[in-house]
């Protein structure tokens, strides 16, 4: 089993940043990768970005919307996984969701963190 815990939404301007942080624990050394998606109201859940564990380096994915302006990052050794996201726009409002997959492809999702771009 996997537990993720979410931090870090809250309100910012257009143009602003915030870090968000997901927090694993449970069967971390089971986990190869891990993920931000995102859910506005009324919308799918869509992936945002993705980290992926291998030997050396690890690989990252982003969705189109936010290449450029948003970084996926992973600190194995805190068992986290970040997301920073810059030059925040109002369509980034969501609730951002942390996604892990073990290597037998268990998934498991953390409680979401609101994340609203307004003036």
């Known amino acids: 089993q996997v537990q993720l815990v979410e931090s870090g939404g809250g309100l910012v301007q257009p143009g602003g940043s915030l870090r968000l942080s997901c927090a694993a624990s449970?069967?971390?050394?089971?986990?190869?990768?891990m993920g931000w998606y995102r859910q506005a109201p009324g919308n799918q859940r869509d992936l945002v970005a993705v980290i992926i564990s291998g030997k050396g380096r690890a690989t990252t994915t982003y969705a189109d919307s936010v290449k450029g302006r948003f970084t996926i990052s992973r600190d194995n050794a805190k068992n986290t996984v970040y997301l920073q996201m810059n030059s925040l726009k109002p369509e980034d409002t969501a609730v951002y969701y942390c996604?892990?997959?073990?290597?037998?492809?268990?998934?498991?999702w953390g409680q979401g963190t609101q994340v609203t771009v307004s003036s």
């Open positions: 996604k892990a997959v073990t290597v037998r492809f268990n998934e498991y």
């Open positions: 449970g069967s971390t050394t089971s986990i190869n990768i």
